[in-house]
Structures are given as C-alpha cells and as structure tokens.
C-alpha cells in the first residue's frame, strides 16, 4: 500500500491529468487508514504539505491491534517495528513545519486500549512538532464523526496548500 500511495497513485495522476500539480499534496485517512496517512507523511515530508486523520491508531507498538498486525507482517523484532509507528517516527522526522490535525471523537470505544493518540501528543510534544489534537466530545469512531469534521480537514489541507 505504500508504494501505490507514495509512488504509483502520484504517477498515476500525474499521466492521465497533467494539469494537476501533483507536488502539491496533501494525505489524510480514518483509523488503521489515519495511522498510515501519518507515517506516510513523516516519511516523505518532501512530497506532501499537510497531513490530517480521524480516530488514528497512533501508537501500534503499543496496542493489541499493532501488536497483532507488526507481528505478523514485521516478525517478532520489535525495533524493526518503529519504523512503521507514527509516535516512533516523529522523533525521527521532527522537521515538521506544517500543523498536523488530528480529530478523535471522545467516545469511541476504541480511544484507551487502541488508538493511543495521548501517546502521540507527547512524542510530537518532545519533538516540537506542531500538533492540534482536538477531543470531540459525543463522537465515536463512525463515518458520522468523519462527516460531521471534513470540512475542517479539507480547510486544513487548503491552508497549508496555500490554495486559500
């Protein structure tokens, strides 16, 4: 999936709209989604301007979810794991300049055990990475939350796309 985002998916573009600007990119997601948005951008800071998720698993090292799906794609070094955790890898890329939005709802039942976004608030915390984590009080982790939210995620991509 990395590939087809970071590589194939912008050619892609790139040769059947060649009007498009495809170095002015933007990438978000919900979820497992979310968690991959976040990697994708710290690792290649130079192709994408803003990055954005809803109800991201920020922290997969750390979470059954994580540790289920590392264990089986990655093998059981959990170093080689950090590579591919958001919380890990913004220490690691901390040359953020644009804000990273993230938007989780309050009541998602998901929020303690799995998702973890606290953990990525402090690493973004210790690496001076600009980080707005907003806590969305009556939401939980369906497409209404995502809906009810876009548009600020849209506006925040815009922004730093200096497309308003």
Same mark, same amino acid.
């Given at each position: 999936?990395?590939?087809?985002?970071?590589?194939?998916?912008?050619?892609?573009?790139?040769?059947?709209?060649?009007?498009?600007? $495809?170095?002015?990119?933007?990438?978000? #997601?919900?979820?497992? +989604? +979310? %968690? #991959?948005?976040? $990697?994708?951008?710290?690792?290649?800071?130079?192709?994408?301007?803003?990055?954005? @998720?809803? @109800?991201?698993?920020?922290?997969?090292?750390?979470?059954?979810? +994580?540790?289920?799906?590392?264990?089986?794609?990655?093998?059981?070094?959990?170093? &080689?794991?950090?590579?591919?955790? @958001? $919380?890990?890898?913004?220490?690691?890329?901390?040359?953020?300049?644009?804000?990273?939005?993230?938007?989780? #709802?309050?009541?998602?039942?998901?929020?303690? &055990?799995?998702?973890?976004?606290?953990?990525?608030e402090e690493a973004c915390r210790n690496?001076?990475?600009?980080?707005?984590?907003?806590?969305?009080? +009556?939401?939980? %982790?369906?497409?209404?939350?995502?809906?009810?939210?876009?548009?600020? %995620?849209?506006?925040?991509?815009?922004? @730093?796309?200096?497309?308003?």
């Amino acid at each position: 999936m990395y590939d087809y985002v970071v590589k194939e998916l912008p050619k892609l573009l790139s040769d059947n709209f060649p009007e498009l600007e $495809t170095s002015k990119a933007s990438i978000f #997601g919900h979820s497992m +989604g +979310g %968690h #991959g948005a976040l $990697t994708i951008y710290l690792k290649n800071l130079d192709k994408y301007k803003s990055v954005s @998720a809803f @109800a991201p698993v920020a922290n997969p090292i750390n979470c059954p979810w +994580g540790l289920k799906a590392f264990t089986n794609y990655l093998g059981g070094n959990k170093s &080689d794991w950090e590579d591919y955790d @958001a $919380t890990c890898l913004v220490t690691k890329f901390p040359n953020v300049s644009a804000s990273i939005l993230i938007d989780q #709802g309050e009541d998602d039942k998901f929020l303690q &055990d799995q998702l973890l976004p606290h953990k990525f608030e402090e690493a973004c915390r210790n690496a001076n990475v600009p980080l707005l984590l907003r806590l969305q009080p +009556g939401y939980d %982790h369906s497409y209404n939350f995502i809906a009810t939210f876009i548009d600020d %995620h849209i506006r925040h991509h815009a922004q @730093a796309l200096r497309l308003i």
